[in-house]
Structure formats: C-alpha cells, structure tokens
Nanobody, 127 residues
C-alpha cells in the first residue's frame, strides 16, 4: 500500500521561500509512474502545482510555474517542492499525490488521475 506524508509547511512572509517534502512508503518513488503536488485554498478548487515522472521529467501548472521547482530525493524516496517568492494567494493546503500505473491518457496535472494522496501540509503566506 502506498502511503504519502507531506512535511515542510508553515507560515512565511510574502517574498519568502518554503520547501515541502513528500515521503513515500510502501513503494520506492522510482516505481511510481508519476508524483504530483496540488493545492487547495478554502472555497476554491484544487489546482495543480506540478508533477514529476519516475524518469525525472517535470511538468508545472500555471499558478506557480515560474516560482517552483520539483525534484526527487531518491535516497529518501521523496518528492520535493521548492517554492520561492511566495505570495499571500499561495496560502493553501498542499497535497502530494502518486500514481503507480502507466496510462496513455494520463494527465499529470489532473488530480483525478492519481490514486494515492497524502493528508496535506498547510502553507500560510502573510503580506
């Protein structure tokens, strides 16, 4: 069973940076087809931050595209989300997701395509 645990959230001033980590257990991330980061603010729809394939190919959503970097930490079986120049509108719960199986129609920025989810980590950005 794949389990995902996010960490690294917290409070930061606008313009600051945070690094979120998603640790996978029950599987090594090299055996996951894709892992992704999504976020959801109260009263808003979930949106994609970005995703990375098992081969290390990153795809970014529009919301934070120029301010985030996704990377793999294979030693810790983790996916890392580095967020820079944070804005108050980035305040949200950030979730990690994973998908084990290949699919020709898989969309890495569509949360409905992922089978496994973490509990989320809260990010609050103040002005």
């Amino acid at each position: 069973q794949v389990q995902l645990v996010e960490s690294g959230g917290g409070s930061v001033m606008a313009g600051g940076s945070l690094s979120l980590s998603c640790a996978a257990s029950g599987v090594t991330i090299g055996n996951l087809y894709y892992m992704g980061w999504f976020r959801q603010a109260p009263g808003k729809e979930r949106e994609a931050v970005g995703a990375m394939s098992r081969l290390g190919r990153a795809t970014y959503g529009h919301a934070m595209k120029d301010r985030v970097t996704i990377s793999q930490d294979l030693g810790k079986s983790s996916l890392v989300l580095q967020m820079d120049n944070l804005k108050p509108e980035d305040s949200a719960m950030y979730f990690c997701a994973a998908e084990r199986s290949y699919s020709l129609s898989f969309n890495p920025l569509d949360g409905d395509h992922y089978d496994y989810w973490g509990q989320g980590t809260q990010v609050a950005v103040s002005s």
